[in-house]
């Protein structure tokens, strides 16, 4: 018997809902589910969300009856946004979020370093902005919940899933007891110490970091803009690194690296953690601030990813396929990239549009994101928390250079989260143009957003299957390209016509954007009539041609979708 | 290491070879690992050369 918490948790600016647990007894027996998804973080319900635009049904699974303990995660990059608007909920990120997009590093009372994120006028959403993970938990559910297509059952925790033939077999846990549960397909969203990993025993590659960081929330009032602020080797905490951030709501994440050899326990002891957050107000110049704690937690930095995300019937996304150290803000912004790609993938194998195929690619982009991630993070790693020897000396020497030696000063510059480009995906077609753009995002990268006018920005009108951008200021869509896309159409693939540069509406597109002043054709590196580009369910970049013709589109249409 | 054109002459490296000497006293037993590393980023700069930086790498991990 499974007998989660009612006790709703304690937060000082987040009122948690205690959800009803989702009962077998109340629900017709389970027949064979084509989809269940084993978590309820940003990972799970974000492919959820996807696989229901694409129209397949999923079962959420949450051992919980609450949202996630704590603000977690916080800061959400712009592709991030990108990702959320297709799922309908960056509108609420946005209204209760903190953007920002400056950070500040400090050695000796000096500010050494200063990162400005650019913001290009052409962008929708700030490169960062700061929600606790509670909010947006919130949001997503809502989502979830308005989703005939989504059936999220509370309370509802694996004890086993046994790899069958074809399908999986689950061992739920309920408030009422145990019940089976058949599905064609797993997905593991069952976070960093996902039970499913552990059971199957698979071993995760990369590195494990030494240095402890307590991450500690806490209510207080300062007057500070919304910036990251870094303190490096400060006097209260000789070699170790501090990070602050402001979040919505009044609070501020403080995160301290511990000193060498103290344990977890002794650093979340009430007197330990006020000894210190005191220590760090009075450090930037708010000694004797008053303040409340919220939440705590430790924190190690770990760079490991499975090598392979798809095993059987059972695929990994999210922390439960890769831990990732925070430095970057790379958890949830990285598992939302791979809930996005698992989406529509899955969802295509489910619907018979490609082979599992699709499913291997999905595995070999995502995993490939994941080790350049971990190949930048373990170097914002060691700069932020050195090993000994070596790296620390030369981290210790820079910071002391950097206050007098401008050359130095990018070194603090850790690279934030940012999206993957699938240059090599076997989804990208080989006898386009790729090469011979000048400009404009190539094969496997993410879409340039475009400021099209007020409010209204090109990647609002992309997403939900294939979209093909067609470039001409004819009346009509040439009739070649109509009849292949039409076939594709008639074979079930989502495949929506955008033509580009026409005030008019164009024949046989779905949608027409003016284009009047020539900015979308410029940034998208497109010189004449005749230019397309082929991009994903994922919005990413998978053919372009300077002159499309119907037999290099049917190659690229195949292409993308391998049987 | 051949010697390159612009090497040092040999009273410029005597003097070279004093200040080192000297520097990494003042520093002290304590901060002198840490002198040496600030220096070798600093001369690694004004080389504007990763690779030749690497040779010099090499050739100082020889014969320790």
């Known amino acids: 018997m499974h007998t989660p918490t009612t006790q709703a948790r304690p937060s000082i600016y987040y009122t948690y809902e205690v959800f009803k647990p989702w009962l077998p007894s109340e629900h017709p027996q389970p027949t064979r589910q084509k989809v269940v998804i084993v978590g309820a973080g940003p990972a799970g319900m974000v492919t959820a969300l996807e696989l229901a635009r694409h129209g397949v049904p999923s079962v959420v699974l949450s051992s919980e009856l609450q949202f996630s303990q704590g603000s977690r995660a916080i800061c959400f990059t712009r592709r991030s946004m990108e990702i959320l608007q297709q799922v309908g909920v960056a509108d609420r990120m946005t209204e209760g979020g903190l953007p920002w997009r400056f950070g500040n590093s400090y050695y000796r009372g000096q500010r050494v370093f200063r990162m400005e994120a650019p913001h290009d006028a052409d962008d929708r959403f700030f490169p960062i902005i700061n929600v606790q993970q509670q909010f947006m938990e919130e949001y997503l559910h809502d989502a979830c919940k308005a989703n005939p297509l989504i059936d999220f059952r509370w309370g509802n925790k694996v004890n086993q899933v046994a790899q069958k033939d074809g399908y999986a077999l689950l061992e739920v846990d309920t408030p009422e007891g145990l019940y089976a549960l058949e599905s064609n397909w797993v997905v593991a969203a069952d976070g960093g110490r996902s039970g499913i990993r552990t059971a199957m025993n698979l071993e995760m590659e990369g590195a494990s970091y030494e240095g402890f960081f307590v991450i500690a929330d806490i209510k207080v009032d300062l007057p500070l803009p919304t910036e990251r602020l870094a303190y490096f080797d400060p006097d209260w905490n000789p070699g170790n690194t501090i990070l602050m951030h402001r979040e919505p709501n009044g609070i501020w994440r403080v995160d301290y690296q511990l000193p060498e050899g103290e344990t977890p326990e002794e650093a979340l002891k009430p007197e330990s953690l006020k000894a210190r957050i005191d220590a760090q107000l009075a450090m930037i110049g708010h000694a004797g601030a008053k303040w409340e704690m919220d939440w705590s937690s430790v924190y190690s930095a770990r760079t490991l990813t499975l090598p392979d995300f798809v095993h059987g019937n059972v695929i990994f996304t999210g922390d439960a396929a890769h831990l990732l150290p925070i430095f970057g803000v790379r958890g949830a912004n990285t598992a939302f990239q791979d809930a996005q790609s698992l989406g529509w993938h899955l969802a295509f194998v489910v619907k018979g549009l490609g082979s599992q195929k699709l499913l291997a690619n999905h595995s070999a982009e995502r995993v490939g994101a994941a080790r350049e991630i971990i190949d930048e993070a373990g170097k914002s790693t060691r700069f932020m928390t050195p090993p000994a020897g070596g790296f620390q000396l030369l981290r210790d020497a820079v910071l002391s250079l950097s206050l007098t030696q401008a050359f130095v000063r990018p070194l603090y510059h850790w690279r934030t989260s940012r999206p993957h480009a699938y240059t090599h995906s076997i989804l990208n077609s080989a006898g386009d143009d790729n090469g011979l753009f000048k400009t404009g995002p190539a094969h496997g990268a993410p879409p340039q957003n475009v400021r099209l006018g007020a409010n209204d920005f090109l990647l609002d009108h992309l997403g939900g299957g294939f979209d093909l951008l067609y470039f001409t200021d004819a009346s009509f869509i040439p009739e070649a390209l109509q009849h292949t896309i039409h076939s594709a159409r008639a074979q079930g693939m989502p495949l929506r016509v955008i033509a580009v540069g026409s005030a008019q509406p164009v024949e046989g597109a779905d949608t027409t954007l003016a284009d009047a002043d020539g900015h979308l054709r410029e940034r998208y590196g497109i010189p004449a009539n005749g230019g397309a580009y082929l991009l994903r369910p994922d919005q990413h970049i998978c053919a372009r041609w300077l002159t499309l013709d119907a037999t290099r589109l049917q190659a690229a249409l195949n292409t993308a979708l391998p049987q | ?64």
């Not at chain 2, 070879?17 to 980023?41: M, N």
């Not at chain 2, 050739?59 to 320790?64: E, K």
Request: glycine share 2%; hydrophobic share 50%.
């Open chain 2, 1 to 64: 290491m051949t010697n390159a054109p612009n090497a040092l002459t040999i009273s410029d490296l005597e003097t070279v070879y004093d200040s080192l000497a000297s520097a990494i006293d003042q520093a002290g037993q304590d901060k002198s690992s840490l002198f040496l590393v600030k220096l070798a980023l600093l001369n690694a700069n004004a080389l504007a050369s990763a690779d030749v930086f690497q040779a010099h790498v090499q050739a100082a991990l020889q014969d320790l």
